[in-house]
């Protein structure tokens, strides 16, 4: 018979400490230090939660707006904001924006095809920022919704609804891309330079959500979470969520694993949290502050939050031929900790390594979702549903 945990923590009994203002909170990278100078058992002992962030580019991003009813009333079939197309095939004035969704005759794909400088990403931010968007309207003109035509500048203020609703954000895990051919590489990894002279990487190391939990055993359906500079929640598995890839010996995966589909009120969002990108040859982004608080259970959870950026490995993917023809081979695994440092040994040579995502902004979450919980602004949720993954791996 397995061992019995010698801490055993409920979220009910965080919440109760998270109102009587006793709770301890660390983030990940001060609660990883403990672990290494306490060990994981000591460490559950003393801390009820971790906090986590990342601030990266987030393609599967988008809002569900609802731009009210107007005199005549207008059932829309093409709408753009600010020139950007949206979808519009959901009910009579609910639309919604994506991240990727480049802007129409953008100028800057007129000089350079393929490449744009604003797009849904930009729209979101820009309502998020309570500058005034233009939105047109075309639609084909019914008995109940006679208008066919509307123009109008509308703000974040002026909507009935603004919801983000991200399909797949906050990847356990991504690729470290390299670039083996002898041309340069526009890519949504940002520039390779031909001859492996650069590896980029995506992740904020121990600091990433889902890194500290690889089982998914505290982050289910109904988690309440930091998102855009308000509280979200996670309301289902992303798309392209997997769980049965190569872990390291931790059990953590250092493979593209599982993403996260989110939810939040765009109208109490902050500007600085979510960001349009444009990337150069890729096209457009929007770039998502997302962290989850990960309660301390037992020190089985402990030991996933407490795991450090040496104990957090990723496979390191050429983007000029494995990647876009499907990945059979890695060119060599590396830690957080060595792509941290600025530089890798790949292919017998040290070649700089460049992040997407910030961690001073990743950190920044991380510090203000511990300070939400600690001043009580902020309670935990208990799952209301598993993710898939979390059958994997059997708690005792």
């Not at 939990?213 to 309440?224: A, E, M, N, Q, S």
């Not at 790949?346 to 902004?361: A, F, N, Q």
């Not at 549903?385 to 059997?394: D, I, M, R, V």
């Amino acid at each position: 018979m397995a061992e019995e945990f010698k801490v055993k923590r409920t979220i009910e009994d965080i919440n109760r400490r998270i109102e009587k203002g006793d709770v301890v909170v660390l983030t990940a990278e001060e609660f990883s230090e403990l672990v290494k100078d306490v060990g994981p058992l000591q460490a559950a002992k003393e801390v009820d939660v971790v906090t986590t962030g990342t601030f990266s580019p987030m393609c599967s991003s988008g809002a569900f707006i609802n731009f009210g009813h107007t005199v005549p009333t207008i059932k829309a079939h093409r709408v753009w904001l600010n020139d950007v197309p949206v979808y519009a095939g959901l009910a009579a004035v609910d639309i919604y924006v994506g991240a990727t969704e480049p802007r129409e005759d953008d100028p800057l794909n007129k000089v350079f095809p393929g490449q744009f400088l604003y797009g849904g990403g930009h729209v979101i931010h820009d309502l998020v920022a309570g500058k005034r968007v233009l939105l047109r309207a075309t639609a084909y003109g019914t008995h109940c919704y006679p208008r066919k035509s509307l123009e109008m500048e509308i703000t974040i203020h002026d909507l009935v609804n603004a919801i983000l609703c991200n399909p797949r954000n906050s990847y356990q895990n991504y690729n470290v891309a390299i670039n083996l051919s002898d041309r340069i590489l526009y890519t949504y990894m940002g520039i390779l330079k031909p001859g492996v002279a650069n590896a980029n990487y995506a992740t904020a190391g121990c600091l990433s959500p889902l890194l500290k939990d690889p089982y998914l055993k505290t982050i289910g359906i109904g988690t309440r979470i930091f998102l855009g500079g308000t509280k979200g929640y996670v309301v289902w598995a992303g798309t392209q969520h997997r769980t049965e890839v190569k872990r390291s010996p931790k059990g953590v995966p250092i493979q593209p694993a599982a993403t996260l589909m989110v939810l939040g009120n765009l109208k109490e969002m902050k500007p600085e949290w979510l960001i349009g990108t444009s990337h150069l040859g890729y096209g457009c982004s929007l770039a998502v502050g997302l962290g989850i608080p990960i309660p301390i259970l037992n020190e089985q959870v402990a030991e996933w939050a407490g795991l450090s950026d040496e104990d957090l490995l990723a496979q390191v993917v050429d983007y000029s031929h494995d990647y876009p023809n499907g990945i059979k081979r890695n060119y060599g695994i590396v830690s957080y900790g060595e792509l941290k440092s600025g530089k890798i040994r790949i292919l017998g040579k040290e070649i700089p390594t460049v992040p997407l995502t910030s961690l001073i902004k990743s950190r920044e979450i991380a510090e203000i979702l511990k300070n939400w919980i600690k001043r009580g602004e902020m309670l935990l949720s208990e799952p209301v549903s598993p993710l898939p993954g979390a059958e994997l791996f059997q708690m005792r």
